[in-house]
């Protein structure tokens, strides 16, 4: 079932999940959209500029907290099990910030990585021979179990309440949780438990289907059945802002992804982080989070963005449009 995982996993070292706005043009127009039963305007294009990773290091936790406080991006989703996850969170709840939880169960870089949440001994196959989270998807999907994938995805939540945060959204870091069906269901369970809206998309056309399956994912009857009982509220697409050789080139990239957008409800996730020395022995995509933290406040950034017509959301709005409709 995960013969063609492996190329998808060669993406998700830089990124977390798969490139969903290529499946966009397949979608068809007499659907009625997410944006549309939220409340939106019809037409339009309603997008989260979301950054993940932060809490796994200061110089994430930095670049978030000045394009969250800026009003440069709407939303941010956190590391629990990673160093920086606690001042990140007592800043998130003391200001009021969209931030979710970016649910993770892999450690993927070298030398910087971190275990569980949860009592090892309850987890034992989400730890690899040094007591650390599987470097990649594959690694946990090989040797961990829906329960234990339960019992640390509560627990992450759990110590997020514990410090009086509440997180907006829950996702999954490099797409883990859409490893394994099993996973999945855990996933949407405890969404719907805690009511914290999870990163799910409407994968109800055959079109979008077809695309996640050609990508390696175990997309099953099973799991489209799943998706379309769950009962919060989903995104119509997903995407992320492309890596690049140099920054007028990264700026361009990501003109060509909100050009050529679907309207509906899209959120684009992208891993911000400020320029140390320390962040290039963390990973080797230093140089595309240094440019992701500075285009959003590149002034030729927002004029175009303004000109696009896009309207901005975030999570705790998704959510009160959901319970208001």
């Given amino acids: 079932m995960f013969k063609s995982f492996k190329i998808l996993i060669n993406v998700l070292r830089y990124y977390s999940i798969i490139l969903l706005f290529f499946f966009a043009p397949g979608i068809s127009e007499a659907q009625e959209t997410w944006a549309e039963k939220l ?12 950054a993940d990773d932060i809490g796994m290091c200061e110089e994430a936790n930095l670049a978030a907290y000045e394009q969250l406080k800026n009003g440069e991006i709407q939303s941010a989703a956190a590391m629990v099990p990673c160093p920086a996850f606690k001042p990140l969170a007592i800043w998130a709840q003391e200001n009021n910030y969209d931030v979710g939880l970016h649910l993770a169960l892999t450690s993927e870089w070298k030398t910087y990585r971190w275990g569980t949440v949860a009592t090892e001994s309850k987890v034992p196959g989400l730890l690899d021979e040094d007591g650390k989270m599987w470097h990649t998807v ?147 995509s230093w140089q595309q989070r240094v440019w992701e933290a500075e285009m959003f406040a590149d002034p030729e950034v927002k004029v175009f963005l303004e000109s696009e017509g896009i309207i901005f959301t975030n999570w705790t709005d998704i959510m009160e449009r959901f319970k208001n409709k």
């Fill in 39 to 50: 409340g939106f305007p019809a037409g339009k294009k309603v997008v989260i500029l979301h």
């Fill in 138 to 284: 594959r690694q946990v999907v090989g040797n961990a179990s829906a329960a234990e994938v339960e019992e640390e995805i509560r627990a992450q939540i759990e110590a997020s309440l514990a410090l009086g945060f509440k997180p907006s959204h829950i996702d999954t870091h490099m797409g883990t949780l859409y490893g394994d069906n099993s996973f999945t269901e855990a996933y949407l369970k405890v969404a719907e438990e805690y009511q914290i809206p999870a990163m799910v998309i409407e994968i109800s056309t055959p079109e979008v289907v077809n695309r996640f399956r050609q990508a390696g994912y175990p997309i099953t009857e099973e799991l489209l059945e799943m998706i379309k009982n769950y009962s919060l509220p989903k995104l119509d697409f997903f995407t992320s802002v492309p890596p690049a050789e140099d920054y007028e080139s990264k700026k361009e990239a990501f003109y060509q992804v909100i050009r050529e957008l679907p309207n509906g409800l899209t959120e684009i996730i992208f891993h911000p982080s400020i320029y140390t020395e320390r962040l290039k022995t963390i990973t080797n």
